[in-house]
């Protein structure tokens, strides 16, 4: 059998080291392509010299000459910025590209994937966020699939095998809720950066541990499922489920629900979307309802955490709104993350930059790169008026 050929964007990352576990545990069925970082050389070079793809990108120009000298002897191609890693995606040998990169970055390279007719293996969900109409048209266009590797979303895919000729009547995305779930605004206040940073149950990148923290990840994946299961905002639902075991559900037209479970490991979405349509198998630890006699389910307190209303409206008003929201929600959980603005200061940012950035109706790809400039700047010129640091 041909080995699938992978490309994996931000291969450093959380998912990106993840996905490369479930390949040296398949290597029978997949031969990495092209490995990709930001800034992390050490941790790409390592990478490189045990997969040995064909080609490395490294975003930043500074690490490039580390990387380079290190995988001079081996037939490895070494390439830098941001034009080679929109590039590298459209090599012959890929099959499929995961995107785990974080971010905005996310956005060209997947359009470049697609264009070159690869398919996607999603995990970067801040594309979506911005720009899901236009990527999901250009892979109908293209007949690209759009494989979900967020745990939530490959719930639902899973759920929906087999049931092409039925219709959904709603899915319910489930959400731990976060490191301060119950707690009040009068708290969130004071809360630092290192106690957002832990999250109850998912070891992941700072970006979407913060996101996960405000709820706004919630709302990133309300936006994401749109687009990816073409829904009504409607449609979507968020119940808190504290212990994440049960991964997100689908109700049909009948009122029949499936769910998907399993502990909470992101090596299974990510190995359903490297493996679809096959299940592969694996040791990962198995799920056991006695470990787990108590499941519970809360409403979301969308009062206390603003964010992921903020994304149900940007979902309803549509054009580039949810676009002006990741951008805002980038600059001000990067600034969080550098202790320059509070905890709340994130919601109230995306809130003036929601209403103050010119709204676009169907916005173009020109459109998109604009709105995100444009909303970037706003909000670093409202981060630098901020009282906290
Ligand atoms: N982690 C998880 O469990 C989950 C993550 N996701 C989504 O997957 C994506 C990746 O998340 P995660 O792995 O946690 O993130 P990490 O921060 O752990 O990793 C990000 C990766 O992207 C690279 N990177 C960072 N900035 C850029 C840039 N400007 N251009 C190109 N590459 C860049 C990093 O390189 P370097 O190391 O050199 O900085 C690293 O390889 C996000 O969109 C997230 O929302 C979705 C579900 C679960
Ligand atoms: C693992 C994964 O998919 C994350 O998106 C996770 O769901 C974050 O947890 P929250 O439910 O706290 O946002
Ligand atoms: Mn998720």
Same mark, same amino acid.
């Given at each position: 059998?041909?080995?699938?050929?992978?490309?994996?964007? %931000?291969?450093?990352?959380?998912? %990106?080291?993840? $996905?490369? =576990?479930?390949?040296? $545990?398949?290597?029978?069925?997949?031969?990495?392509?092209?490995?990709?970082?930001?800034?992390?050389?050490?941790?790409?070079?390592?990478? !490189?010299?045990?997969?040995?793809?064909?080609?490395?990108?490294?975003?930043?120009?500074?690490?490039?000459?580390?990387?380079?000298?290190?995988?001079?002897?081996?037939?490895?191609?070494?390439? /830098?910025?941001?034009?080679?890693?929109?590039?590298?995606?459209?090599?012959?040998?890929?099959?499929?590209? &995961?995107?785990?990169?974080?971010?905005?970055?996310?956005?060209?390279?997947?359009?470049?994937?697609?264009?070159?007719?690869?398919?996607?293996? &999603? !995990?970067?969900?801040?594309?979506?966020? *911005? @720009?899901?109409? &236009?990527?999901?048209? &250009? !892979?109908? #266009?293209? %007949?690209?699939?759009?494989?979900?590797?967020?745990?939530?979303?490959?719930?639902?895919?899973? /759920?929906?095998?087999?049931?092409?000729?039925?219709?959904?009547?709603?899915?319910?995305?489930?959400?731990?809720?976060?490191?301060?779930?119950?707690?009040?605004?009068?708290?969130?206040?004071? *809360?630092?950066?290192?106690?957002?940073?832990?999250?109850?149950?998912?070891?992941?990148?700072?970006?979407?541990?913060?996101?996960?923290?405000?709820?706004?990840?919630?709302?990133? #994946?309300?936006?994401?499922?749109?687009?990816?299961?073409?829904?009504?905002?409607?449609?979507?639902?968020?119940?808190?489920? +504290?212990?994440?075991?049960?991964?997100?559900?689908?109700?049909?037209?009948?009122?029949?629900?499936?769910?998907?479970?399993?502990?909470?490991?992101?090596?299974?979405?990510?190995?359903?979307?490297?493996?679809?349509?096959?299940?592969?198998?694996?040791?990962? +630890?198995?799920?056991?309802?006695?470990?787990? +006699?108590?499941?519970?389910? #809360?409403?979301?307190?969308?009062?206390?955490?603003?964010?992921? #209303?903020?994304?149900?409206?940007?979902?309803?008003?549509?054009?580039?709104? !949810? /676009?002006?929201?990741? $951008?805002?929600?980038?600059?001000? *959980?990067? @600034?969080?993350? =550098?202790?320059?603005?509070?905890?709340?200061?994130?919601?109230?940012?995306?809130?003036?930059?929601?209403?103050?950035?010119?709204?676009?109706?169907?916005?173009?790809?020109?459109?998109?790169?604009?709105?995100?400039?444009?909303?970037?700047?706003? @909000?670093?010129?409202?981060?630098?008026?901020?009282?906290?640091?």
């Amino acid at each position: 059998m041909n080995k699938k050929g992978i490309a994996i964007l %931000g291969s450093t990352g959380s998912i %990106g080291t993840q $996905a490369l =576990e479930v390949i040296a $545990a398949n290597r029978s069925l997949f031969r990495v392509e092209v490995l990709t970082a930001h800034s992390n050389a050490r941790l790409l070079i390592q990478q !490189a010299q045990k997969f040995k793809p064909k080609t490395v990108v490294i975003g930043s120009e500074k690490a490039y000459q580390l990387v380079y000298s290190a995988l001079a002897e081996l037939p490895i191609k070494v390439l /830098c910025g941001s034009e080679a890693l929109a590039e590298v995606v459209e090599h012959p040998g890929i099959d499929i590209v &995961l995107t785990a990169m974080v971010g905005y970055s996310g956005l060209l390279p997947t359009i470049r994937a697609i264009e070159a007719g690869k398919d996607i293996a &999603l !995990a970067n969900k801040e594309t979506l966020v *911005v @720009a899901g109409a &236009l990527i999901t048209r &250009l !892979a109908k #266009e293209k %007949g690209v699939r759009i494989l979900p590797v967020d745990s939530e979303h490959s719930a639902i895919f899973q /759920c929906l095998v087999g049931e092409a000729e039925n219709s959904i009547e709603k899915i319910i995305l489930t959400a731990s809720g976060g490191p301060f779930r119950g707690k009040d605004r009068a708290y969130l206040a004071g *809360v630092t950066k290192a106690q957002a940073l832990k999250h109850p149950n998912w070891t992941m990148g700072a970006k979407i541990t913060i996101d996960s923290a405000t709820l706004m990840n919630k709302g990133l #994946e309300v936006i994401e499922a749109k687009w990816l299961f073409d829904l009504a905002d409607s449609q979507i639902e968020v119940i808190v489920h +504290p212990q994440s075991i049960i991964h997100s559900l689908v109700q049909f037209d009948d009122g029949s629900m499936k769910a998907q479970m399993g502990l909470p490991d992101m090596k299974l979405p990510i190995q359903y979307a490297l493996g679809y349509p096959r299940r592969l198998p694996s040791d990962f +630890p198995r799920f056991n309802f006695l470990d787990y +006699p108590t499941l519970t389910f #809360e409403k979301p307190d969308m009062e206390t955490f603003q964010n992921l #209303e903020l994304a149900f409206l940007a979902l309803k008003k549509g054009g580039n709104l !949810a /676009c002006i929201l990741n $951008a805002a929600n980038e600059i001000a *959980v990067e @600034a969080f993350l =550098e202790d320059r603005i509070g905890f709340l200061e994130i919601s109230d940012i995306i809130v003036t930059a929601m209403a103050k950035v010119p709204f676009v109706k169907d916005p173009s790809i020109e459109d998109y790169v604009q709105t995100d400039a444009a909303t970037r700047d706003l @909000a670093l010129s409202l981060i630098a008026n901020s009282t906290v640091s």
